[in-house]
């Protein structure tokens, strides 16, 4: 049981969401609500690049999982007309599958690498001189017999999403002509997001009830969705045409959401750091063994919001409990 919960709230992606998360992506900049600096920027790269004919340059978009860093590529492949190609950093085995992908693309194309941060290195190599020169150098051979082969590539954009950019390697990271990093958002652009996607699914909510979905989705627009199927499930079930206050507070206690928006698993991580690790700090290595969960979700998914919201802090001994994370547990009794 703790198992489903844990995985319903998580801000990444199940599986058996694609469609539902397809269906509610914003389907033109107007619906792409929040993340104003990183818009203002984007609107007027694309602006220019039209003006001028020319690709769009690439582009690096951080941040934790469930922001919108997908639907912002998908958007802007709609708005300059563009091809959008996508792959995945850890879908790409071999130097020659990469190298397909590139010979293949058309004049400015997007080319769309979701967790660019896990591509192998030396595939990774590929696309130095790809993205920087619109060439590709392919060694041809071994030891005193290698040459390299050069072809050249039309000219396409790199759309790089990463949920840790700290993991990018230099020379990959420099070759970005932009880089934006997603923030979580505030209740008031969350609230605006979930009245767009009620619309969608020919709902109808309650003002108190969207914005108390809004405050507990964690910052995330993907939550938010969740938490509103879950809703839909109680709307349809009760047989009304209207969303209560009522049925979104089943639908959090269905889910495991606190009043504070944390789920199973964040009040697990703050409880093993208080009963296991005097309140920290403790380092991820330990935590990770404790929890039974892998360090990169801790850091990735859980970490983030975490520390946006004061629970924790980073210390160079690791992460530690704030003051607010034991009177928050001392509240809610775990
Ligand atoms: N700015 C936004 N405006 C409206 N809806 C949004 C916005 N950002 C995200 N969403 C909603 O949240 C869902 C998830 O967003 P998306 O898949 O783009 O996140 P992501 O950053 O790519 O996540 P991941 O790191 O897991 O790939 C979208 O389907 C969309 O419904
Ligand atoms: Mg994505």
New binding site residues.
């Given amino acids: 049981m703790q198992e489903i919960n844990t995985r319903e709230v998580s801000p990444?992606?199940n599986h058996f969401e694609k469609d539902y998360?397809?269906k509610?992506?914003?389907s033109n900049f107007s619906?792409?609500?929040?993340?104003k600096k990183i818009m203002a920027n984007i609107e007027l790269m694309v602006q220019s690049s039209k003006m001028r004919s020319a690709a769009l340059d690439h582009l690096l978009l951080a941040?934790p999982?469930?922001?919108?860093?997908?639907?912002?590529g998908l958007l802007l492949a709609k708005e300059m007309g563009a091809q959008m190609h996508m792959i995945s950093g850890p879908g790409v085995e071999k130097k020659g599958d990469l190298a397909a992908v590139l010979t293949n693309l058309q004049r400015g194309d997007l080319l769309f690498i979701?967790e660019i941060h896990r591509l192998p290195i030396a595939i990774e190599e590929i696309l130095y001189s790809a993205i920087e020169d619109f060439r590709l150098d392919i060694i041809i051979g071994q030891g005193a017999s290698a040459r390299t082969m050069q072809i050249d590539l039309e000219p396409f954009t790199l759309i790089g999403?990463t949920?840790r950019s700290g993991l990018l390697s230099n020379p990959l990271r420099d070759r970005f002509q932009a880089s934006f990093h997603?923030d979580f958002y505030n209740s008031e652009e969350l609230a605006l997001?979930i009245q767009n996607?009620t619309q969608k699914l020919s709902l109808s909510l309650d003002q108190e009830a969207i914005f108390e979905i809004s405050k507990r989705s964690r910052g995330t627009?993907?939550i938010a969705?969740r938490i509103l199927r879950r809703v839909r499930d109680f709307i349809v079930v009760k047989g009304s045409a209207q969303g209560t206050l009522p049925d979104v507070m089943k639908a959090m206690q269905l889910l495991d959401i606190d009043h504070c928006g944390l789920d199973q698993m964040d009040r697990k991580i703050l409880t093993v750091m208080r009963d296991y690790y005097s309140n920290g700090p403790v380092g991820i290595e330990a935590l990770s063994a404790t929890l039974a969960e892998d360090k990169s979700t801790i850091e990735e998914v859980y970490e983030p919001y975490l520390l946006k919201e004061g629970f924790l802090i980073r210390t160079p001994r690791g992460r530690a409990l704030t003051e607010k994370a034991l009177q928050f547990l001392a509240e809610v009794k775990v």
């Fill in positions: 990444q992606l998360d397809q509610l992506r914003p619906e792409y609500i929040g993340q941040g999982p469930g922001l919108g860093k997908t639907s912002l979701d999403a949920t997603f997001i996607n627009p993907r969705n």
